[in-house]
Structure formats: C-alpha cells, structure tokens
C-alpha cells in the first residue's frame, strides 16, 4: 500500500506544527555577522595584500628550512651513531 500526503504550508507554520523554535532573528544576527567578517576579511585577499604577506615569508623562508633539515639531520644521525 502506498500514500502520498501533501501537506501545504509555510515553513513557520510546520515549525510551529512540531513544536521547534522560531530561529529567524538568530539566523538574521548569524548572517550579518558572517557578512561583516567577510567585508573585513575581503581586504586581506586584494593582490596587494597577499604579495606583500609571501614576500615577508619568502625572506627568511630559505634559511629557516636550512635550519630545519639541518637538525633532523642532526637528530637523525645521533640517533644511529654509537654510543
């Protein structure tokens, strides 16, 4: 046997039906406060911004990784040398 209910309403009026909260003026304070932090953010992903953030990283990005390999290669070798 097979049953097709429809049911015709707005979704407050369904809320309502099953006892759920009415979210809307959360959801409306969560909406603007994700648009403003993306207003705010939108700055940082102009071209500008972003070569100027690698181009400080890539300064002493070289050395920094030399430093890097040369104490796993420190700590690597100690590790097998013997005692």
């Known amino acids: 046997m097979k049953m097709n209910l429809e049911i015709d309403c707005t979704p407050a009026e369904a809320r309502a039906f099953l006892g759920l909260p009415d979210v809307t003026v959360l959801n409306e304070r969560l909406v603007k406060e994700m648009q403003t932090r993306m207003e705010a953010n939108m700055a940082m992903l102009s071209p500008e911004e972003l070569m ?9 990005a070289q050395e920094n990784f030399r430093k ?5 290669t420190d700590v690597g070798l100690g590790a097998t040398r013997p005692k």
């Open 68 to 72: 890097l390999m040369a104490a796993a």
């Open 52 to 60: 100027k953030n690698w181009a400080a990283f890539g300064a002493g």
